[in-house]
Nanobody, 114 residues
Framework: QVQAVESGGGLVQAGGSLRLSCAVSGSIFWMNTMAWYRQAPGEQREMVASINNVRRTNYVDSVKGRFTISRDNARNTVYLQMNSLKPEDTAVYYC????????WGQGTQVTVSS
């Protein structure tokens, strides 16, 4: 089954930056709208950004102006550049299609200290 593998998380101080990567194998990657999701402890998983096959992007209001999603179809990889991080961005970050058709990966932990 197709799966995404996320990487790039870590511990960062508020105001810092991280770049997450997500490699997807075994799918027609370029056709799909890809998305980044996050799940904080005790919270539901939410979509924070998406990018379609013509690179049109959408963001949840809480990350607009701070996060940038991009994709490299030749590498079957989607990225999330996160700037001006806040403690409330602390979560496990996952990627999947916008329709959640891939098997969920392990995610990558992002922790923002105040």
């Amino acid at each position: 089954q197709v799966q995404a593998v996320e990487s790039g998380g870590g511990l960062v101080q508020a105001g810092g930056s991280l770049r997450l990567s997500c490699a997807v194998s075994g799918s027609i990657f370029w056709m799909n709208t890809m998305a980044w999701y996050r799940q904080a402890p005790g919270e539901q998983r939410e979509m924070v950004a998406s990018i379609n096959n013509v690179r049109r992007t959408n963001y949840v209001d809480s990350v607009k102006g701070r996060f940038t999603i991009s994709r490299d179809n030749a590498r079957n990889t989607v990225y999330l550049q996160m700037n001006s991080l806040k403690p409330e961005d602390t979560a496990v970050y996952y990627c999947n299609t916008a329709d959640r058709t891939l098997r969920w990966g392990q995610g990558t932990q992002v922790t923002v200290s105040s």
